[in-house]
């Protein structure tokens, strides 16, 4: 009878820790809630699980939704502000001297190339346009850990691997769906199993692919404002001199 009650007990103790396990998971998706439009019925709960662990290493998701200003350059070309909360973004491209003052939102905005803003209206619109494709591209380079529960966007865990540091990660596949400039593109995203912060990414030009068009580092981690950036690569690529900021001035987004 003694054996049985110590059976019992254990049996509790085990499902009592189920439950709570469970609830947590729980309270951690609840925290980090997936934008309308996220695939989740035909997205792995193991995947979904991996991206909410990504979120609370980056920073959490209310650090990343009360974030605003995030300042960058894309690889010497181009230097990006973007005001996170109004969706607004200024960009200045360098190689060709112009400069992009875009609202995300509506495609409003202007533009100045060489010194002279573009008044006509279909050349505003298109280049308007472009400035907002820059944008989509420059920022996936930066901030796409935040991003693993998008809309048009269906995740998939592929298990375990080792990165080339010897370090073991688990790995997520992304694919999208009628969302973005390049819906046809797909992603393996490699999450290191001792922090949950990614590591390593891998870009397909088509989902169909079967080798990586480019694998690159995804590291150098720093603290900008209450969240994580990774800038300043070990390969030298993608983003650069990253910073947060609580307040700039407005006349950024809407003066040459």
């Not at 005001?83 to 001297?97: A, F, G, L, N, Q």
């Amino acid at each position: 009878m003694k054996s049985q009650k110590i059976v019992t007990f254990f049996f509790l103790v085990a499902l009592l820790y189920a439950c709570s396990t469970a609830s947590s998971e729980k309270a951690v998706s609840e925290s980090n809630p997936a934008a309308e439009g996220f695939d989740m019925a035909n997205s792995d709960p193991a995947a979904v699980e991996l991206a909410d662990s990504v979120m609370v290493a980056m920073g959490g998701r209310e650090n990343w939704d009360n974030t605003r200003f995030i300042s960058w350059n894309f690889f010497g070309n181009r230097d990006l502000v973007w005001d996170k909360k109004m969706d607004r973004v200024r960009i200045e491209s360098k190689k060709d001297s112009i400069t992009y003052l875009v609202n995300l939102r509506t495609l409003e905005g202007r533009v100045s190339v060489k010194g002279q803003e573009l008044m006509d209206g279909d050349s505003l619109r298109k280049m308007l346009e472009k400035g907002r494709s820059i944008w989509i591209n420059d920022s996936y380079w930066l901030v796409m850990p935040y991003k693993l529960k998008d809309s048009g966007l269906t995740i998939k865990y592929l298990g375990e691997d080792t990165l080339a540091t010897g370090a073991k990660c688990n790995v997520l596949s992304l694919t999208f769906s009628n969302v973005g400039d390049t819906p046809q593109n797909k992603y393996k995203v490699f999450v290191d199993l001792s922090d949950n912060l990614v590591k390593q990414w891998a870009y397909f030009k088509d989902a169909n692919q079967d080798s990586a068009s480019f694998i690159r580092p995804w590291d150098n981690y720093k603290k900008c404002g209450n969240i994580l950036l990774s800038a300043d690569r070990s390969d030298g690529s993608g983003p650069r001199s990253a910073r947060v900021d609580e307040t700039l001035p407005d006349n950024i987004f809407t003066e040459f």
